[in-house]
């Protein structure tokens, strides 16, 4: 048999002897002095053994008492398999049932029910109780499960049950490579100092792999930890993969930033922080309680992964779904089962599934809502990002590995057909009444930044749209967006300085030379190209060129776009062959005498005006806009 990892449980009523049993199956006895000397598990207990065949089976031990129902769901969240443990003397009892019913509620994909103490009842009373046991647990979780009657304090048994749990997890070796292969997810339910190693935490990896060196996410701070060391039952390793118990030693990590509760991911886990949820209650926890008005807007109690605490629930009104608001952010993924609890009792009010991690803006819930409406029963494997597709119109290309149908590749997103072809005629028609600047375009549509920058490089490419000052504009022709960074910043200071106009060597803010004033704010590397004799000069005369600045005698650089507002409100309200004095010029311009002179030259020399003696004569008047940035 191909070798595997498999962790599995105990749950049951408080007294039918978990604890025990655990020490008959794997020697280890898993309660601590002051629990012993309560005879009642508190907390989460941890043990393992052998299957006889080379794999190690990690078992965990969870509180029976409905005080403690929360450390219980911390316990299950992970589970190939779980022993539901019920006395034979005693039977069923009300702790029986909630414990089953969290268990579904989690999704925990095997049961195998293990009477307990069958030496204190006869054959007869234990065939009774067998049968009577196998029709509620599927009348009330509607699996079949095996029984397995034993006794952990004479022994009895115990090889058969042992068996039974080997047979149970057969089936785990043809899944075993594939869950290693995700993202790493553990969720941190014990949390210490160890000497000589620092911050320790511990929990079960439920899938993935990790290794000593490697760098991760730890959650819901997201912040970067690295692995120091690893140990699994006890022994330390390089490397680990799931479904193991492991402990994780953390490089430089203050022991007061990780708690229980915390998850241990990958960059790309898809783990996210929320404050806000939206579940799917599952189908068979409903019985008209999602509409009842005492729970709404009520606090609950949720436990998820090995995190617990409160929430204000929220039913959306016709639908499965409801919203759960937290006071602080949670670590939590896509499809992850959590139990809703009623507050300050053991009653599992709904089992759920996450669909959406979270807020989003009350104009788009209803779109939302629709969309999770017609989510598939089973989300194992359901792509999240076929959400974020279909609400939003775009999601990164990264998220899929095989190409949804529909959709044009852009960059690095994918863009739902439809939603391209009315993005684009929105931003054409837009960009008709008015430039805007790609940031403007993105808050008005409510489109993500870099999406909306893909999309305007897009019409560039297709002649549709220009960069022109910073704002994109119909039109072909130069666009800003093209020159390179040397040119794109020289053009900024030149702008900068407005009608003083640039001058290379001149003097700029704070008595500094402007073309060091240029430079310094370059990368090194730019630095020592414009630092080359003639180089910012040649950048000058480029731009000048392209039409993006204009010189004037000095030399003194103006922006285009200044010098032609300049022009057109030097030539307003004139006609052809009238005459223009100096001092008009200076007034309508705001230039002193040292630029209007150069500025009056310019103009001659775009056949704009001619000089008869100390006045210029009007030659010609602009028609239009674009014959004043074609002059």
């Known amino acids: 048999m191909t070798p595997y990892r498999a962790v599995i449980g105990l749950a049951g009523h408080v007294d039918h002897g978990k604890t025990l049993l655990i020490k008959a199956l794997t020697g280890i006895t898993t309660a601590r002095a002051h629990e012993q000397a309560i005879g009642m598990t508190q907390d989460l207990g941890f043990a393992h053994f052998d299957d006889g065949q080379g794999n190690t089976i990690g078992v965990i031990d969870v509180p029976g008492h409905e005080r403690y129902i929360r450390n219980m769901v911390a316990g299950l969240w992970s589970l190939d398999l779980v022993l539901l443990v019920i006395a034979a003397d005693e039977g069923w009892m009300p702790m029986t049932g909630d414990h089953l019913r969290l268990l579904k509620a989690m999704g925990v994909p095997r049961l195998l029910v293990c009477i307990n103490k069958c030496d204190l009842v006869s054959p007869d009373e234990l065939l009774l109780l067998e049968e009577s046991l196998l029709e509620r647990v599927m009348d009330e979780s509607g699996m079949v499960p095996d029984i397995v009657s034993v006794s952990a304090k ?96 953390l490089k430089k990590v203050p022991h007061k930033e990780v708690a229980r509760g915390h998850c241990l991911t990958s960059t790309v886990g898809q783990c996210e922080a929320a404050t806000h949820l939206i579940v799917r209650l599952n189908a068979e926890s409903l019985s008209g309680k999602v509409l009842r008005p005492s729970l709404h807007n009520k606090e609950v109690e949720v436990a998820l992964g090995s995190w617990h605490g409160r929430a204000r629930f929220v039913p959306i009104k016709d639908t499965q779904l409801a919203r759960l608001i937290f006071t602080s952010p949670i670590p939590c993924f896509f499809g992850q089962p959590l139990a809703i609890i009623r507050h300050g009792s053991s009653e599992l009010l709904h089992g759920a599934r996450i669909v959406w991690c979270g807020d989003i803006q009350p104009a788009r819930r209803k779109a939302l809502h629709a969309l999770l409406g017609e989510l598939p029963e089973k989300l194992e494997h359901y792509n999240p990002a076929t959400l974020q597709l279909g609400l939003n119109g775009y999601v990164l290309a990264s998220r899929f590995d095989q190409q949804p149908e529909q959709v044009t590749p852009l960059g690095e997103w994918l863009l739902d057909n439809c939603w391209l072809a009315q993005s684009r005629d929105q931003l054409l ?10 940031a403007e375009l993105a808050t008005r549509f409510g489109i993500a930044l870099p ?46 300085q407005g009608k003083e106009g640039y001058e290379p060597g001149k003097l700029g803010p704070g008595g500094v030379a402007l073309d060091p004033f240029i430079t310094r704010k370059l990368p090194a590397a730019l630095q020592q190209g414009l630092q ?52 008009s010029f200076k007034e309508i311009t705001g230039l002193s005498r040292k630029y209007a002179i150069p500025f009056c030259l310019r103009m001659e020399m775009d056949g704009w005006v001619r000089r008869e003696e100390n006045e210029r004569r009007v030659l010609r008047l602009p028609q239009t806009q674009d014959e004043m940035e074609s002059a």
């Open 154 to 249: 004479t022994g009895e048994n115990m090889a058969a049950l042992h068996a039974a749990i080997v047979r149970q997890l057969a089936e785990l070796p043809a899944s075993h490579a594939a869950r290693e292969q995700g993202a790493p997810r553990l969720y941190v339910d014990r949390v210490f100092t160890a000497n000589g190693t620092g911050t320790v935490l511990t929990g079960t990896l439920q899938q993935g792999r990790l290794k000593v060196g490697d760098k991760l996410r730890l959650y819901p701070a997201d912040r970067e930890v690295q692995i120091r060391s690893l140990q699994a039952y006890h022994q330390s390793v390089d490397e680990i993969g799931a479904v193991c118990r492991v402990a994780v030693g």
């Open 532 to 583: 080359q004799k003639g180089a910012l000069q040649k950048q000058l005369r480029n731009l000048a060129r392209l039409k993006y600045l204009v010189q004037l005698d000095g030399p003194i650089y103006y922006d285009a776009a200044l010098y032609n507002q300049m022009v057109a409100a030097v030539l307003a309200g004139q006609q052809v062959g009238d005459l223009i004095d100096m001092a």
């Open 451 to 496: 999406v909306t920058q893909a999309l305007l490089q897009q019409l560039k490419s297709e002649l549709l749209i220009r960069l022109h000052h910073d704002k994109w504009q119909p039109g072909s022709g130069e666009s800003e967006d093209d020159l390179g960074e040397e040119a794109q910043l020289v053009l900024k200071v030149v702008r900068d």
């Open 429 to 438: 028609a837009t960009l008709a009444n008015e430039p805007l600047s790609a």
